[in-house]
């Protein structure tokens, strides 16, 4: 069995006044063996990097502690390092330069910190790039460097904040296949990985255990083993059942409402729910896409997602907004188009108002709230500012003005009510009516 390196007890991470205080992570607790590799995923806003960034001791815990090797965690020599979604170079330093800055806290004599820096560089494939600067490199260059600079304190543990997340399709493979090389042949020394990604692929072609966050607050809601060897083949059954598990955790974090018992309409997101960001085209073309053959209204959610060309993130908060207006049904790695999903698809372009004017009514609190505010008010007309105050009692500004976006370009494409962008008043579309 393998050692515990690291103990997450029971952390919880909560910003802003300390009466009201917005929750980011909800009393997390994880152990971290030597020989893992974690993958950490959930939607955009969980909390990974707020994690990643309390493990590294850049970020302290409102709540709980972290236990390195049974004893409390300091962060007082880099027993961990860092790899960040951007290569963060200094660009007024070269490549052995920047690699040698992250030797800096250990005191080591200059020869000890040269030859450390010559050998994490020669590692990562960037010998003879020693005298470059950061301008001189491309951009998977820029992100070895970013690799060598947090190998060459040969950290435990290695935590990975989205590093190929910026980088072309072909550059991020070659950097993770030759990460997989060191990692599998003990060529560094570290004991762990953990990475937070938006990649379901990346995630089970890496990982040996995947951990789900929930979404505001975040907490952990399962963990998935990959009890799959190296090297991985994305292909193979087995690949696609893990996929299929885990975009269908993934979607549960959404955590739509039950029917009522009474039969009676029911209301799937409450006023102080985070809608999905989504594009109302996107989501209709997604549809569309659905209906057509092969599929003929249900698919497999990562097949249509690959076929879309849609990121993980992305198919996430398209395929939470079908499910929120009763457009489609997920269940056991499908999704289904409903029977109104597929009269949406059916009608044209009036007719798809319509019923997604009406779903957005039936399904969706907030658009009801904002119609029915402006329908009481003498001239039909309200400051955007009235209903930010009103979502500010359940979370941050901040999210507040990004919720209120959504269902403003929701009820616009719907016609329920109009936006004046100039001088930020909301109204209903048809007054008279």
Avoid at 145 to 169: K, T, W
Avoid at 354 to 382: E, G, S, T
């Amino acid at each position: 069995m393998e050692k515990d390196l690291l103990t997450i007890d029971n952390i919880s991470k909560w910003y802003g006044d300390p009466k009201k205080p917005a929750l980011v992570l909800d009393h997390i607790s994880l152990k971290v063996r030597e020989n893992d590799f974690i993958t950490i995923l959930g939607k955009s806003g969980c909390g990974k990097s707020t994690f990643l960034r309390i493990i590294a001791g850049l970020i302290q815990p409102s709540e709980g502690s972290l236990f390195y090797q049974g004893k409390k965690y300091t962060p007082t020599h880099p027993r961990f390092a860092m790899v960040f979604q951007s290569h963060a170079l200094l660009p007024w330093l070269n490549v052995l330069e920047n690699v040698e800055l992250g030797l800096e806290a250990l005191g080591l004599t200059q020869r000890e910190s040269r030859h450390r820096s010559l050998e994490a560089i020669d590692l990562i494939g960037l010998d003879g790039y020693e005298s470059a600067y950061p301008k001189e490199l491309s951009g998977g260059m820029r992100q070895r460097v970013g690799f060598a600079r947090a190998l060459v304190v040969n950290p435990d543990i290695l935590l990975l904040d989205e590093p190929f997340s910026a980088l072309d399709i072909l550059t991020a493979e070659n950097i993770r296949n030759d990460l997989m090389e060191l990692w599998i042949e003990k060529r560094i020394h570290t004991k762990a990985i953990i990475m937070v990604s938006h990649s379901v692929t990346e995630a089970v072609d890496l990982a040996n255990r995947l951990v789900i966050l929930s979404h505001d607050p975040g907490r952990i809601i399962t963990e998935i083993d990959v009890p799959l060897r190296y090297p991985r083949d994305e292909t193979s059954h087995n690949f696609q059942i893990i996929v299929d598990k885990t975009y269908t955790a993934l979607l549960s974090t959404a955590e739509p409402a039950l029917p009522k018992k009474d039969g009676k309409a029911k209301v799937t997101a409450g006023i102080d729910y985070r809608l999905p960001e989504i594009s109302i085209h996107k989501l209709q073309a997604l549809m569309d896409a659905l209906m057509e053959p092969p599929h003929h209204g249900k698919a497999d959610i990562f097949a249509l997602a690959e076929s879309q060309n849609l990121s993980a993130n992305e198919s996430l908060q398209l395929f939470e907004a079908l499910e929120l207006l009763g457009f489609a049904k997920i269940a056991e790695g499908d999704i289904e188009l409903t029977d109104s999903g597929k009269a949406l698809c059916k009608g044209d372009i009036l007719e798809r108002k319509k019923v997604f004017a009406y779903h957005l009514m039936r399904h969706i609190r907030l658009a009801r709230h904002i119609y029915h505010a402006l329908q009481d008010l003498p001239k039909q007309q309200a400051p955007k500012e009235k209903f930010v105050k009103e979502l500010k009692r359940f979370m941050s500004t901040e999210e507040a003005l990004r919720t209120l976006s959504v269902i403003i370009n929701w009820g616009r494409y719907a016609e329920l009510f109009s936006y004046d962008t100039q001088r930020d008043i909301l109204s209903l579309e048809n007054p008279e009516e």
